[in-house]
């Protein structure tokens, strides 16, 4: 694997993904909610978006403590440019950016 640092592109990358995990929730809440079990009012549809990205951020980053079989799990968040890896210095600080995002992007926008 050839790996290069280039902070500039995994951010708008880093950027990329996490408006495809808010529009993949916001896509699969909206789908749930023709479902009788499953009543999420409009007016909390974003709370409940935003709650789910940050945990599945947090997860995605490292920064949620995990562990299986005994071993401890960290993940390590890299993007594919053609036959490059992106990474940066800091690593992912996904979970960072989900809180206040969607106050700069309407969750219908998205």
Same mark, same amino acid.
């Given at each position: 694997m050839n790996f290069k640092e280039d902070s500039d592109l995994y951010d708008t990358l880093h950027e990329g993904l996490l408006r495809g995990l808010f529009t +993949? $929730?916001?896509? +699969?809440?909206e789908e749930a909610k023709f479902s009788p079990e499953i009543q999420i009012p409009d007016e909390f549809l974003e709370g409940v978006v935003?709650? $789910?990205?940050? @945990? *599945?951020a947090a997860v995605i980053d490292g920064s949620a403590a995990m562990e299986f079989e005994g071993k401890e799990v960290t993940p390590c968040l890299t993007f594919k440019d053609n #036959?490059?890896? $992106? *990474? @940066? #210095?800091s690593g992912s600080y996904l979970h960072e950016m989900v809180m206040?995002?969607? !106050?700069?992007? !309407?969750? !219908?926008?998205?």
């Open positions: +993949s $929730i916001k896509s +699969s809440l935003e709650t $789910i990205a940050f @945990n *599945v #036959d490059q890896h $992106i *990474v @940066n #210095d206040g995002y969607l !106050d700069e992007y !309407d969750l !219908d926008e998205l």
